[in-house]
C-alpha cells in the first residue's frame, strides 16, 4: 500500500473505566441508525472480523487490492511448484458471500483521516473514493523487509503473494533450464545453486522443498545436469536456524535439512545482492537465484495513523487492540504488537485469527451499547514447520515433539485451515499424488506478455 499525501490527524474521546483499570474509549453516535465499520485487508484477522460481525447491526466494508484471500502458510509450496496458486486462494467474494452486511470493495487504501473518520481507497478504473467509518479495523499484514536495503528486492525476492511465489518458481524453474543450455561449467554451477537468506519457518520450509525437488522431481528429466547435485544455501544472521524454536527441535531441523543435502549458514551477514549472487561476511557466493526469507516489515498504512510503533514498525495497541485515544480504531494481525500476560503475541496465523474475532465481537458488543468483557487474550495452539517429507516439529508450551507422526498432524491441520472444502479436496489429491510419484504438476513458467501483444489490432504468432 502506498503512502497518502495528507497527513493523519487523531481524534479526542471520551473513554470509560473498566473494571481491571484498563479503559477502552467510546465511539460517538453516527448520523445515522446504523454503524459504518470499515476493515483494511481481507488476510486472516480481516476476513476474521467481517464474519464476526455478521450478526451485528452495521455496514461492513471488507476493502482489499486484491479479489482473493491467500493461505499464506502454503505459500512455500506454490513456489516450489507442489500446489497451484489456485489451491490455495479463494475469493473474498465467496469467502463472505452470505453475510448480507458485508460489502468487499476492491481497492487500495492510501490514507486514513482520522478527523474526518474517512479513508481514502484508490479503486482500479474509478480513482480515488472516500468511504466513512465509525470504526476502523486495520489488517493490512506485512511486506517483506530488506533492513534498509531495498535495493535488494530487485534480485531477491519475498514470499508473501501469490506473485511473490509465481515469481520464485518461475526463477527456480528457469535456473534449471537455464543451467541445461550452458557449456561453461562454472556459469552452469551459479545456475545450479540456490540461496535462501532467513531461516525461519519459511525459509526452512521453501529449502527443504526445492532440495526434494531437486534429488526427486526433477532427477532424470533432464540429460546434460545432474539436478540432485544443485547447491541449496540456507543463511541465517542469528546463532541457529528457526529462532522462535526451542533449540532442541531447530537442532533437529538442521540435521534433517543437512541430510536433504542443504547447506546451513549461521552468524553470516547478506552485504550485497546482485545479478551475481550475494556476498555474505565479505564473501562472494555466486548464484543465479536469491531468495528472501529474512523478515518483514509492517504496512505503510500504520505508520500513517500517527500512533506509537515497536522498533520492527508496528502499531502498539493496548489491551483491546485499540489505538491510543483514539476512539474505534484498531489494528489487528502482523501489523500490531500487543502483550499478553508479560509476552508478545507472535505474527502467526492462528493469533491473527484470534485478534480479527476479538476485535468483531468488540465491535458487535459497542454497538449494542455493551462493554467489552475482557481485555483480548491469546490462547497459544502451538507451533509447527514442516521440514520436508515426513519430517515436521511442534512446540507448545512445554510439548516438543518432531517426526514423521508431527507431520501426519501438519498435514491434517493444514487441510482443515483451508478456506474452502474444494481447497482441501484439491490439495488433498495433489499431496497424494505427489507423496506416491514425487512429481509436481504446477511446474510452469510464466511466459512474460510481448510488446504490443495486447494493442487493438495487434496479432500474436507462436514459433513450434
Known sequence: ????????????????????????????????????????????????AARALARSEADVILIDRRNHHIF??????????????????????HLVGRQKNLNVLLGEVTGVDLDARTVAVN??????????????????????????HDEFARYAPGLKNLSDAETIRGKILSAYELADTLDDETERARALTFILVGA??????????????????????????????SSIVLIEGGARILPTFADSLARKAALRLERL??????GVKVERVDEN??????????????????????????????????????????????????????????????????RPVPGVAQA???????????????????????????????????????FAILESGRLRMSGFATWLVWVFLHLLSLPQLQNRLRVQRQWLWSYFTGQRSSRLIPEPPKPGAHEPGSQTSSVL
Open 72 to 93: 499464506q502458510p502454503l505459500l512455500y509450496q506454490v513456489a516450489t511448484a507442489v500446489l497451484a496458486p489456485s489451491e490455495i486462494a479463494a475469493p473474498i467474494r
Open 1 to 48: 500500500m502506498s503512502n497518502a499525501s495528507q497527513d493523519v490527524g487523531t481524534r479526542s474521546s471520551d473513554v470509560s473505566s473498566q473494571s481491571d483499570g484498563a479503559v477502552l474509549p467510546r465511539v460517538a453516535d453516527g448520523p445515522d441508525g446504523r454503524k459504518r465499520v470499515v476493515i483494511v485487508g481481507a488476510g486472516f484477522a480481516g476476513v476474521a
Open 352 to 390: 491473527a485469527i484470534q485478534q480479527g474475532c476479538y476485535v468483531g465481537r468488540l465491535i458487535s458488543r459497542q454497538i449494542e451499547g455493551r462493554e467489552p468483557k475482557r481485555p483480548f487474550q491469546y490462547f497459544d495452539r502451538g507451533n509447527m514447520a514442516v521440514v520436508g517429507k515426513n
Open 123 to 148: 479503486c482500479p478504473g474509478v480513482g480515488a473514493r472516500e468511504a466513512p467509518f465509525d470504526f476502523l479495523v486495520i489488517a493490512a499484514g506485512v511486506r517483506p523487509s530488506y533492513f534498509g
Open 261 to 266: 543435502g542443504v547447506k546451513i549458514m549461521t
Open 277 to 342: 549472487g550475494v556476498v555474505a561476511n565479505g564473501k562472494r557466493i555466486p548464484s543465479a537465484t536469491v531468495m528472501w526469507t529474512a523478515g518483514v516489515a509492517p504496512s505503510p498504512l500504520v505508520k500513517q495513523l500517527g500512533v506509537k510503533t515497536d522498533k520492527a514498525g508496528r502499531a502498539a495497541v493496548g489491551p483491546f487492540m485499540d489505538v491510543d485515544g483514539v476512539g474505534g480504531v484498531f489494528v489487528v494481525g502482523d501489523a500490531s504488537s500487543v502483550t499478553c500476560n508479560g
Open 200 to 229: 525461519g519457518p519459511t525459509g526452512v520450509e521453501l529449502a527443504a522443498s526445492i532440495a526434494q525437488m531437486a534429488s526427486v522431481t526433477l532427477r532424470r528429466q533432464f540429460r546434460r545436469i545432474d539436478t540432485a547435485r
